[in-house]
C-alpha cells in the first residue's frame, strides 16, 4: 500500500487555503465571483485560467487520488480534463460554483480511464479500500466533552467499515462542502435526494457498526 | 431561517443539514447567534445539537499531497498542448520573418551579454524609479532572468504576475522574480506571444530594444529582427499602447492591428495582418504564400537557423505557396524540389537552393 502523506488536515483549516503564494499577490480575483471568474475564462482570459488550475490543482489531487491511488493516472486525468476545458472553453456550461464543476469532470474522467484500462465499467471492489479515509480525531475540539475517548474509537472503527461510496459522500459533504446538488451531479445520482439518501445511509452505518454495550451514551444518542 | 424544522431533529438529521453544517464548519456570527438562541430555547436539544457539533468538528481527512505530481509540469503541458491543438479561428497572430541568422553565443559573447545585460536591468530599474516619486527599494533585490530558446524549442514562460508567454524559437525574454514596482516589464529579443494577466494598477510593459508596448489585460505577439531591423507587434485581444523613446511616437493598436517599426527610419507604421499568415509560428506551421525567393530564403533561414544561398535567381514571377507542419529541412525543400522544380544540398548549416 502506498504511503499516505497523513500530514492532519482538519476540515476547518482545508479546503480555502491550497492558493500558492504567487497566486495570493494577484488580488483581483478576490472579490470575484465563481461565476465572473468562469465568464473570464470562457471568454479567452488566461490569468482567469492559471488563477482556476493554481487555486484547485491540490484539491483536485488530493479528490483523485482518494478515488483511484495511482498518481500518473491521476495526473493525466488532471491534465485531460483541463485541456478539454480549454479547448471547449467556449461551448462549456456557465458554472456558479467552480470547486464542484471541477470535481465531478475529474471524477468522471478518472473513472473513464480506469474502465479503459481495467475492460470494466467501475472501480473494482479491490480498490475500493483505501481511499476516502476518515477518521474521528479525539484531541480535535472537544471543547465540550460530549464525546469521550471510548466512544469516538467506537465510531472510528464504525466508520472504517463504511463502503468507499459512503465514505466518498462523507467526505464531498464535510471536506469539500459541497451541497447535496452538488454532490448528485459529481456522484452521477439521478436525484438529490439520491445524495440524502446516501448520507443517512452512512450516518445509520455507523450507528450499525457501534457497539451499544460498550458505549451506552451512543446507544442513547442515536 | 426556519426555526421550527429543527426541533425534531434527531442527531443524524443535525449531521445531515446543509446549514447546520455550515455553522459548524464556516462559523459566521450570524449563525452563532441563531443557534445560540436556538439551543435557548430548546434546552432538551441541546446535548444532541453539541454532539453533532463535535463530531463534525472532529473528523478529519487524511490528504494526499501532490508529491512528485509537478503543479507547474502540469500547467506547462496543459498550455502547450492547448497551444498546438488550437484552431484560433478567433485569433490573430502574427506570420513572419525575424531574424535570419542564429548567432551561436560562444563563451566570449556570453561575457558581453552579461554585461549588456546588467546595463539593461540598470535602465530598466532606472526607467521605473524615473515615474516613482521616492525611491524606497534599496532593500528591494530583484532578480532577473533569462529565457533562451534555440532553434529546437518553443517554451512557455510564466511571469511572477500570472501571465505567461510563449517563446518561439531563437528568442529570448528577460524578466524579474518579482515585479516589485508600480511597472511590469520584461524585456525581448525574437518573437513571443503575450497572454497578460490583467492588472490595472500595474501596466505590463514590454521593451523590444527602445520601443515600448504596454498592455492591460491582453494578447499581443511581439516580433523583431536584428537584421532587418525592425520591430513588429500585432495585437490579438484587447488594447496596446506602442511607443517609442521619444514621446511624440505612439500609437494605440485594436485588435487585429499590427504595427511595424523600423529603426532606422524610427517610423510605426500601422496596418491590418492577415489572420492565415500569422497563425503559423505557436503550431510549428511554416506557411508559404505567394512569396518570392527573398521571402523563402528568410523563412527557411529563421525557421531552421540555416544560412541559405542562392546559386541562382529565379524570374520575377516565381512565388511559392505551401504549408508545413512540424516538417523538418529536409523534407520541406524535398517537396520543394517536386513542386517547385528547385535542386539543393544541405551541409551542416548551409543550404544551397538552384531554382
Known amino acids: 500500500m502506498e504511503k499516505i502523506d497523513r500530514e492532519r488536515a482538519f476540515i476547518q483549516e482545508n479546503s480555502e487555503n491550497s492558493v500558492n503564494s504567487a497566486e495570493s499577490e494577484t488580488s483581483i480575483y478576490i472579490n470575484l465571483s465563481d461565476v465572473d471568474i468562469w465568464k473570464m475564462f470562457k471568454s479567452g482570459n488566461e490569468s482567469a485560467f492559471i488563477h482556476i488550475y493554481r487555486k484547485y490543482f491540490k484539491s483536485l489531487v488530493n479528490y483523485g487520488l482518494q478515488i483511484y491511488r495511482d498518481k500518473e493516472l491521476v495526473k493525466d486525468a488532471i491534465q485531460d480534463m483541463f485541456i478539454e476545458l480549454r479547448m471547449k472553453r467556449k461551448s462549456v456550461l456557465t458554472t456558479d460554483k467552480i470547486r464542484p464543476f471541477l470535481n465531478t469532470l475529474l471524477r468522471r474522467r478518472i473513472l473513464k480511464y480506469i474502465g479503459k484500462s481495467n475492460g470494466t465499467e467501475h472501480l473494482g471492489q479491490n480498490l475500493s479500500e483505501y481511499g476516502f479515509l476518515i477518521e474521528l480525531s479525539p484531541e480535535q475540539r472537544m471543547i465540550n466533552k460530549q464525546l469521550d475517548e471510548e466512544t469516538i474509537r467506537q465510531l472510528n472503527k464504525a466508520i472504517s467499515r463504511l463502503t468507499k461510496n459512503e465514505r466518498e459522500i462523507i467526505y464531498l459533504f464535510y471536506f469539500e462542502k459541497h451541497s447535496y446538488e452538488e454532490i448528485a451531479d459529481i456522484m452521477e445520482l439521478k436525484k438529490i435526494k439520491s445524495a440524502r439518501n446516501l448520507l443517512y445511509k452512512a450516518l445509520a452505518a455507523l450507528r450499525e457498526n457501534m457497539n451499544p454495550q460498550k458505549s451506552a451514551l451512543f446507544f442513547m444518542l442515536f | ?355
Open chain 2, 1 to 355: 431561517m426556519q426555526e421550527k424544522r429543527y426541533k425534531d431533529y434527531a442527531l443524524e438529521d443535525f449531521l445531515a443539514d446543509e446549514s447546520f453544517r455550515a455553522w459548524v464548519l464556516c462559523n459566521s456570527q450570524e449563525m452563532n447567534d441563531f443557534w445560540g438562541k436556538w439551543m435557548e430555547n430548546h434546552p432538551g436539544k441541546k446535548a444532541i445539537l453539541l454532539q453533532a457539533k463535535e463530531i463534525i468538528s472532529a473528523l478529519y481527512f487524511p490528504v494526499y499531497e501532490p508529491g512528485d505530481i509537478d503543479e507547474n509540469e502540469v500547467l506547462d503541458k496543459i498550455i502547450l498542448e492547448d497551444y498546438s491543438n488550437r484552431h484560433h479561428a478567433d485569433e490573430f497572430l502574427v506570420y513572419e520573418q525575424m531574424k535570419a541568422h542564429h548567432r551561436k553565443l560562444e563563451r566570449w559573447t556570453w561575457f558581453k551579454a552579461a554585461a549588456v545585460l546588467s546595463a539593461i536591468s540598470l535602465s530598466i530599474v532606472f526607467y521605473i524609479f524615473k515615474n516613482q516619486p521616492e525611491p524606497v527599494a534599496q532593500s528591494l533585490i530583484v532578480n532577473w532572468t533569462w529565457k533562451e530558446n534555440n532553434f529546437d524549442q518553443r517554451s512557455v514562460v510564466r511571469l511572477p504576475d500570472g501571465s505567461h508567454v510563449i517563446l518561439n524559437v531563437n528568442s529570448r525574454i528577460h524578466y524579474p522574480d518579482t515585479f516589485a514596482f508600480e511597472n511590469r516589464m520584461v524585456e525581448l529579443e525574437g518573437e513571443a506571444f503575450f497572454d497578460v494577466a490583467e492588472d490595472i494598477h500595474k501596466p505590463f510593459i514590454v521593451k523590444t530594444k527602445n520601443l515600448y508596448t504596454e498592455a492591460l489585460g491582453t494578447s499581443f505577439n511581439i516580433r523583431n529582427s536584428d537584421k532587418h531591423r525592425e520591430i513588429e507587434i500585432a495585437l490579438v485581444s484587447g488594447k496596446v499602447r506602442v511607443s517609442g523613446d521619444a514621446t511624440s511616437k505612439e500609437t494605440i493598436l485594436a485588435p487585429g492591428d499590427k504595427v511595424n517599426y523600423n529603426q532606422k527610419s524610427q517610423k510605426l507604421q500601422k496596418s491590418a495582418f492577415n489572420l492565415e499568415e500569422v497563425t503559423g509560428w505557436k503550431e510549428g506551421l511554416l506557411l508559404f504564400k505567394n512569396d518570392n525567393y527573398n521571402t523563402l530564403v528568410k523563412k527557411l533561414e529563421h525557421w531552421y537557423g540555416v544560412e541559405v544561398s542562392l546559386l541562382n535567381r529565379p524570374p520575377e514571377s516565381w512565388e511559392i505557396n505551401g504549408r508545413f507542419v512540424n516538417q523538418n529541412l529536409h523534407d520541406v525543400l524535398t517537396r520543394l524540389e517536386y513542386t517547385h522544380g528547385i535542386e539543393f544540398k544541405i551541409v551542416k548549416n548551409k543550404v544551397e537552393i538552384k531554382f
